[in-house]
């Protein structure tokens, strides 16, 4: 296996040392501890596990600032859900480079997004979430980012 390989999965798949870490990388960076013990101690795992995964694991929006990400959407074919995609995406601040949908085949439709995550842009996972949530949604998955 590739030690290079990079992997995008929901948080609820991820294990609860690996959030940890997540965890007491924040809390170092509001200085809220000044150690790494000590940030340690307050999420609950070992200086070794932070150790061991720090470089490895991060938030998926605080590395795409700047950058493009593209979605896949399988959404109903109903008037108006394609612009209240849309809508999360502008009230999110993100910037929509290209819209592709598919023509709806048993009344779903496939929607391609890319969009470019710009510095005011709300985290991403917030965005995606706001998105899965619409009534009418059905699937998103992230295809890729540069």
Known sequence: MDDDMYYIVKKKAVPEALLKVVEAKRLLESERVMTVQEATEVVGISRSSFYKYKD?????YESNRGRTITVMVQLD?????LSAVLGQVA?????ILTINQTIPIGGIASLTLAMEILPQTAPVSQML???EEL???HNLKILGRE
Not at 77 to 81: F, N, Q, T, W
Not at 91 to 95: D, T
Request: glycine share 14%.
């Open 91 to 95: 009230e999110c601040g993100a910037n």
């Open 56 to 60: 490895d694991i991060f938030p998926f």
């Open 135 to 137: 009534p009418g949604i």
């Open 129 to 131: 979430r706001q998105i």
């Open 77 to 81: 074919d109903k008037p108006g859900l």
